[in-house]
């Protein structure tokens, strides 16, 4: 089998430092007090919305060290189909979705169901969690970083 190699564009890390740096102190401070397993549950499912292939390996690795089995990986892509994922994992993969596809907006049920299972902080951080995720995803996608690369 012949692989498909597709050319990175840059190292977004050495060309712009600060930036990257920033973006790693961003996303420390966003993982602060989030369950282990449902952060990477989170960041797989919108590394996969918006096709980033570099997270969707590196947040699958994480996953599987924290715990997560290879069946609720495969079938996180159809979470709303599965009965493998709890309502607090649901509420939160819905609201990852709904602000990754944020021109769609982020309907009042979708938002208050994550609150009725996240509490203030916990639920700011979670909030926070996806919006980095979805930094790393554009910087990636954007950039061509690929797993293997």
């Given at each position: 089998m012949t692989t498909f190699q597709v050319p990175q564009r840059m190292n977004f890390a050495t060309v712009a430092p600060k930036v990257f740096k920033a973006v790693l102190s961003l996303d420390a401070a966003a993982r602060e007090g989030l369950d282990p397993v449902l952060l990477e549950l989170v960041q797989i499912r919108i590394a996969q919305v918006n096709r980033c292939?570099?997270?969707i390996d590196y947040h699958t690795i994480d996953a599987r060290k924290a715990g997560e089995t290879e069946e609720r990986i495969y079938q996180l892509s159809a979470w709303e189909e599965s009965s493998l994922f709890t309502e607090r994992e649901r509420a939160a993969?819905?609201?990852?979705?709904?602000?990754t596809l944020l021109p769609q907006g982020v309907p009042d049920r979708v938002y208050d169901e994550a609150a009725r299972h996240f509490e203030g902080k916990e639920l700011a951080q979670l909030i926070a969690l996806v919006f980095t995720a979805n930094a790393w995803n554009r910087m990636n996608v954007t950039t061509r970083k690929t797993p293997g690369a």
């Open positions: 292939a570099y997270c993969l819905a609201l990852a979705e709904a602000v």
